[in-house]
DNA sequence: TTAGGGTTAG
């Protein structure tokens, strides 16, 4: 056999450590392996319904049928049966657990177990013990695993080559990896299922750099590998972000003539996008010569992740046309992509289609419909999907508190963080990220103030940069600058920019000169390019009256060459977007936007409405100015009052923090409209609504 | 004889 596989031996482990461990470490700390609040690693299942089965019953929160096991718990122990007595009842028991298992009443097969433990001494057969391995990966069951084990080795089984395996993928699938490696260390012989088990189970727990260990190990010790052994090693590249390796794994699978198998193409798919090349992934989409369900929902991921989520959504309807079965990932990923794209026509479609398919009690895309809803503004509907939801994670929760937070509503945000406690979950970083930006939305400082020194000293959870960031948001709201710069001074940890980026914001804010300059000269020595930091410390100095100071920021941003980009704002109207830019004259409808927004402005004036004093630069003519006062949000704004009658709520998206002029005109045209106008910008949502802003942030 | 592989959510 050709040995293509001999060239990664001329990788060294000193190769694959040089791959970034930051990088490898936020990877893993953002995985699921991480992140779910059931402290295993990933599940796999054969069907959304399985997993909610499954889920539910692990969690309790679905009653079960109990088997009464009163009365043979009494012939077990209080009736001396004999030998042949045991044998005909355990074999009995064991016909019972495997038909059990069989229908997937894996907890049941797991009772009638107990009475076998009990007893002791009967003496189960391989096809038993291999149901109940069954069960236990069903229910990713830890204490099963140990319970169907220490079975084992008390009654001296001997297990074959192939019961073997099943151990080994029993421990490994239930993320017991530390007993998973001490079995395959003590294994007399180690053939390529044991192999692609084990090292299937180093890359779900994320541990990629071992699972490459373990490839070269396995090819000097059996010197084969298949399909699947390629196709794990493919997602550790992905997972490593490693593009060289994964293409000498492509290039490897083309000459053992498998390049094009199903489950390769996927895995590569998937490897391409994710290390940052859309063009490797489509090329492998293309030469798939049977487009699959997991292939077109690998390739419209990859899409959305390089942030082509209109071609995203594009490639969705192909797929629908085309006649592929959709599955639960494929709305998973849909509706993520709505989110991104704040349409909500399209989310709607999905949704329905998640129902109409079957998948709507999938715990991933409900978690991204409740994340969507909240993004929205439609807190309430997001509420009713959680509302639904069988059995919610970890991540459900930290999408509803933020959807709460990130709206306005954080006494809501904060008692659905109280009943995560209650309910005994254990919170994340995410989580407290969540709550302490609602405290900081809805003016909580001192409730945040106490959670954010309940993290370390409760909850064990180390404050990472943006939770200081997020504390000193909301110490500069309160205007208490010098207890933010206190905070920054006391990280334990070299501050970020996103730190001083907060604290230029609160001194621009609350007029603090001192304390704005010092923060944005911190902020050019760590992002020198970034012009935002230069206009606001401009903005501190014209309000300041310092136009020498202000002419100098000037001077510094035309040596530098910073240009201002101008804003893009997008409305959907009749299930259409339409994009307008700063100053923008190019749509067929301009002139009549342009009148809109001049009556607009003439009516909010009425009402009390002032235009900011702008930024613009010295030498800006007055018709340049004249223009640029057309922000983009309003120009949509103006689009949307002429083409949609019914128009409710109307959604303004755009993906540049917009300016204080702007925010306030909004304000007003929603005072003046009577109409809901809901808003992006590039962090977060704002609804209005007659005038007043639901987030209760100022500008 | 059986077993091991690919894509989603905060």
């Known amino acids: 056999m050709e040995m293509p596989l001999a060239r990664f031996q001329n990788i060294s ?39 909610i089965k499954c889920l539910s019953l692990e969690q309790g929160l679905q009653p079960r049928p109990k088997p009464d096991l009163s009365r043979v718990h009494t012939d077990v122990k209080e009736v001396r049966l004999d030998e042949t007595q045991v044998k005909k009842s355990g074999l009995r028991i064991c016909s019972k657990i495997e038909k059990l298992v069989l229908c997937n009443r894996f907890r049941e097969a797991f009772d009638l177990f107990e009475i076998l433990e009990l007893e002791g001494s009967f003496l189960v057969g ?134 094009k198998d199903t489950f390769i193409s996927c895995a590569l798919i998937d490897m391409y996008s994710k290390c940052g090349n859309i063009e490797g992934a489509q090329f492998v989409f293309v030469e798939m010569p049977e487009k699959t369900t997991v292939g077109w929902n690998s390739i419209i991921a990859g899409y959305a992740l390089h942030g082509y989520s209109e071609e995203a959504l594009n490639m969705y309807y192909e797929m629908r046309d085309s006649g592929v079965k959709m599955d639960h990932f494929t709305f998973s990923i849909i509706i993520r992509i709505c989110t991104r794209l704040a349409s909500l026509e399209h989310a709607k479609q999905a949704h329905a289609g998640l129902i109409r398919h079957g998948f709507g009690l999938d715990i991933v895309a409900d978690t991204a419909l409740v994340d969507f ?43 659905k963080f109280e009943q995560i406690l209650e309910e005994g979950m254990k919170p994340n970083h995410v989580t407290f990220l969540a709550v302490l930006h609602a405290c900081s939305y809805s003016g909580l400082s001192e409730r945040g103030w106490e959670i954010f020194q309940s993290m370390s000293r409760d909850h064990k959870i180390r404050p990472r940069p943006m939770h200081f960031a997020c504390m000193i948001e909301l110490l500069g709201k309160e205007g208490l600058l010098d207890e933010a710069f206190a905070l920054i001074r006391g990280a334990p940890f070299k501050p970020t920019a996103n730190m001083w980026a907060a604290l230029l914001t609160a001194s621009r804010v609350h007029g603090n ?42 001077q510094t941003l035309r040596r530098k060459g910073l240009i201002m980009r101008p804003a893009c704002s ?117 609804r209005f609504k007659n005038g007043s802003c639901s987030c209760g942030d100022y500008w």
């Open 13 to 51: 482990l000193d190769q694959l450590r040089s791959i970034s461990s930051s990088d490898h470490k936020v990877f893993r700390e953002n995985s699921l392996f991480s992140g779910n609040c059931f402290g295993i690693g990933r599940r796999k299942w054969r069907n959304p319904s399985d997993q």
């Open 126 to 259: 391989t096809s038993t013990y291999d149901l109940l391995i069954q069960a236990c990966i069903g229910l990713r069951s830890v204490r099963g695993v140990k319970r169907v084990f220490n079975y084992m080795t008390r009654n001296g089984f001997e297990p074959d080559q192939y019961m073997r395996n099943r151990v080994l993928l029993m421990h490994v699938k239930c993320g017991m990896m530390i007993d998973a490696r001490n079995l395959f260390d003590e294994m007399p012989e180690r053939n390529m299922i044991t192999w692609n088990t084990i090292i299937s189970g180093l890359v779900d727990a994320g541990d990629y750099l071992e699972a490459f260990r373990f490839f070269i190990n396995m090819w000097e010790e059996i010197s084969d590998a298949d399909t699947r052994t390629l196709a794990t090693m493919i997602r550790s590249a992905a997972g490593l972000e490693q593009i060289s390796v994964g293409r000498q794994l492509h290039s490897c699978a083309l000459k053992m003539g498998i390049g």
């Open 373 to 415: 809803y909240s993004k929205w503004g439609r807190v309430e509907d997001a509420q009713s999907v959680f509302d639904y939801m069988p059995c919610k994670n970890l991540i459900s929760w930290n999408a509803l508190i933020a959807g709460y937070g990130n709206h306005g509503h954080g006494e809501e945000a904060l008692e």
């Open 513 to 554: 000169l001192e304390l704005g300059k010092f923060a944005a000269e911190k902020l050019y020595g760590m992002e020198p390019e970034k012009l935002i930091n230069y206009v606001v410390l401009l903005n501190i100095y014209i309000r300041s009256g310092k136009s020498k100071e202000a002419a100098a920021v000037v």
């Open 570 to 686: 997008w409305i959907e109207v009749k299930k259409q977007q339409h994009v307008f830019l700063s100053g923008d004259k190019c749509h067929v409808q301009t002139k009549e936007i342009y009148q809109k927004v001049d009556s607009l402005i003439h009516e909010i004036s009425k009402l009390g409405y002032v235009p900011e004093e702008k930024t613009l630069l010295p030498d800006v003519d007055e018709q340049e100015q004249r223009v640029l006062l057309y922000h983009s949000e309003k120009l949509a704004i103006a689009f949307g009052l002429i083409n949609t009658p019914e128009w409710t709520p109307l959604q303004i998206v755009q993906g540049h923090r917009i300016c204080n002029d702007c925010h306030n005109a909004i304000k007003f045209i929603s005072q003046v409209t009577q109409r809901e106008i809901v808003m992006r910008d590039a962090s977060r949502f704002h």
